[in-house]
Nanobody, 115 residues
């Protein structure tokens, strides 16, 4: 079992920055990939960014060059730095951990970008 606790998020004006953190606990050594997903109003949940145990990263095209995913050396916390935020980035952001064929999710944190 893996538990994920998110922090960060909030309200920011367009063009601003926010940072999200996700702390993992439990069977941390079994985590293969950690990432961030988001679900905007009336939209399906989508992958935003992910990072593998080897440090490889993957981003959805819409955030490339603006968002950065990183992880601490202990691989227990994953971060998402969001710059140049746009109103269309408004969503609930969820931390995700992949363990073999299972997915674990955080509770979600709201990010609202005003125009």
């Amino acid at each position: 079992q893996v538990q994920l606790v998110e922090s960060g998020g909030g309200l920011v004006q367009a063009g601003g920055s926010l940072g999200l953190s996700c702390a993992a606990s439990g069977s941390i050594s079994s985590i293969k990939v950690m990432g961030w997903y988001r679900q905007g109003p009336g939209k399906q949940r989508e992958l935003v960014a992910e990072i593998t145990n080897g440090g490889d990263t993957n981003y959805v095209d819409s955030v490339k060059g603006r968002f950065t995913i990183s992880r601490d050396n202990a691989k227990t916390t994953v971060y998402l730095q969001m710059n140049s935020l746009k109103p269309e980035d408004t969503a609930v952001y969820y931390c995700n951990a992949k363990v073999r064929i299972s997915n674990y999710w955080g509770q979600g944190t709201q990010v609202t970008v005003s125009s």
